[in-house]
């Protein structure tokens, strides 16, 4: 089985501040994680992934993620928030090894950047 | 180029109606997925297809439910004799080859709301 916790129902983050989105995984197998973004009526939009390779990841506008194997986690980082950044979080994981091609997501974190 | 559609952006029916959820995938991906995401969740998976192959349909909440997508392209999700607990945002999203490493493209997702 596979499972996907972001801990934080919320995180709250000034304008220019640096701001982290937490998660972490189980799984089995090797971990594919992936981190989508979710605006108003709108659907999930890609953000990031990790497959293998390098620990850290970049990806769009100015996101980027770090793979933990010891601690199973894939934390969301961005270096200077953005207002325009408030939107909600996803944390997806598939496990790489098995043949299933079935993500599990995390509840959501809402980003909330303050001007 | 085009994203993934879906229509209708919003359903309305009355308990036991059924209801018909079409997607538009991105014209050339082999892969598509519907979720159902409740209020306050992440996406939750019901279905795969690869093609016009339904490969796993172990997330479908009961036999209520039903997809197709005969030519490939376009899915369709049928919901019968619809209850309350079915009311979710039904997302689909596709991806342009099987296997999962790449990321899923999101549609804006259909909200049902049964009365």
């Known amino acids: 089985a596979q499972s996907v916790a972001q801990p934080e129902d919320q995180v709250n983050v000034a304008e220019g501040n640096p701001l982290t989105v937490k998660c972490t995984y189980s799984?089995?197998?090797?971990?594919?994680l992936f981190w989508y973004v979710q605006y108003p009526n709108r659907g999930l939009q890609f953000l990031l992934k990790y497959i293998t390779g390098d620990n850290l990841v970049k990806g769009s506008y100015g996101f980027e993620a770090e793979f933990n194997k010891s601690q199973t986690s894939f934390h969301l980082k961005k270096p200077s928030a953005l207002v325009s950044d408030s939107a909600l979080y996803f944390c997806?994981?598939?496990?790489?090894?098995?043949?299933?091609?079935?993500?599990?997501f995390g509840r959501g974190t809402s980003l909330i950047v303050h001007p | 180029g085009a994203g993934v559609s879906q229509s209708p952006r919003y359903k309305v029916a009355k308990r036991g109606q059924d209801v018909a959820l079409r997607c538009d995938p991105i014209?050339?991906?082999?892969?598509l997925f519907w979720y159902q995401q409740a209020l306050g969740q992440g996406p939750e998976f019901l279905t795969y297809?690869?093609?016009?192959?339904?490969?796993?349909k172990s997330g479908l909440p009961s036999d209520r439910f039903f997809a197709e997508r005969p030519e490939g392209s376009v899915s369709t999700l049928k919901i019968q004799r619809t209850q309350q607990e079915d009311s979710a945002v039904y997302l689909c999203?596709?991806?342009?080859?099987?296997?999962?490493?790449?990321?899923?493209?999101f549609g804006p997702g259909t909200r049902l709301t049964v009365t």
């Open positions: 997806a994981v598939r496990d790489g090894s098995g043949g299933s091609y079935i993500p599990t």
């Open positions: 297809f690869q093609n016009e192959a339904q490969l796993d």
């Open positions: 799984v089995s197998g090797n971990p594919y």
């Open positions: 999203a596709s991806s342009l080859v099987s296997g999962g490493t790449l990321e899923q493209y």
């Open positions: 014209s050339g991906h082999v892969s």
